[in-house]
């Protein structure tokens, strides 16, 4: 082959990496792609060893469960038992969007998604490369940000490949990502709901939704 083709086979080529990564998931692999905050480490959410791939190369505690995202509210019903008035606000307010809710988890769902209160993190992403790797997956997909436990998370397709290159074979460019925090974590839990996290969205916007009686304290 000559040099030229060479280069050429190494050359961005966005259809070509999206494949490849829908052949990584279903294979059970890793890849590292853009979400609407930072880059993520992706894998089948329903395929056990797939998650414990992903824990293996973040270097996360088991027993802190990682964020998953889904299509729709459809697929999101495949993982939830239900869907507390309170979430359902949240939901319409900033879904798809920066806002990771904590529901309780269908029994059927893989442990290591899980908190210690049998909850999941889920939410639906307004990243466009996101949104159609669910669609063509058809299933959930891990999104824990792509950076070793405590390393600053990545913002850049570059900034992935420095902590993955070797270990991930999969790599979709997403552009900068300019989140400064993450998603907003929170958890609903029985009339109010505990900010676990606060991220791209500001706490005082959920008040704004929900009314300050309606936060733990």
């Known amino acids: ?38 880059y993520g ?14 824990f293996q190369l ?5 027993r802190n469960p990682i964020p998953v995202l889904v299509a729709d509210p459809e ?8 869907i507390p008035p309170l979430a359902q606000k949240l939901m319409d307010r900033f879904w798809p969007g920066p806002l990771t809710l904590v529901l309780p988890a269908r029994e059927d769902v893989p442990k290591p998604l899980l908190n210690a209160s049998s ?3 889920v939410r639906i992403s307004s990243q466009p490369i996101a949104t159609q ?9 891990t999104a824990t940000s792509a950076n070793p436990s405590g390393k600053e998370p990545a913002r850049t397709l570059q900034e992935g490949k420095n902590y993955f290159s070797g270990k991930v074979n999969v790599f979709l460019d997403g552009g ?15 009339a109010a709901i505990e900010i ?16 300050e009686g309606k936060f733990c304290q």
């Open 58 to 62: 973040k270097g996360r505690d088991s």
């Open 75 to 82: 697929m999101l019903r495949s993982l939830v038992s239900e």
């Open 1 to 38: 082959m000559s040099k030229t083709k060479i280069e050429n086979s190494k050359a961005p080529n966005p259809i070509r990496d999206f494949e490849a990564a829908i052949d990584a998931l279903r294979r059970g692999d890793v890849i590292v792609f853009p979400t609407e905050t930072l």
């Open 196 to 211: 676990i996290r606060e991220g791209d969205i500001a706490a005082f916007e959920l008040r704004r939704v929900l009314g």
């Open 119 to 121: 909850g999941i993190a």
């Open 176 to 190: 900068r990502l300019t989140s400064k925090s993450g998603s907003t974590v929170v958890e609903v839990v029985e």
């Open 41 to 54: 480490l992706g894998a089948d959410a329903l395929n056990s060893e797939a998650v414990e791939k992903v």
């Open 133 to 141: 790797l669910l669609k063509t997956l058809g299933r959930p997909l």
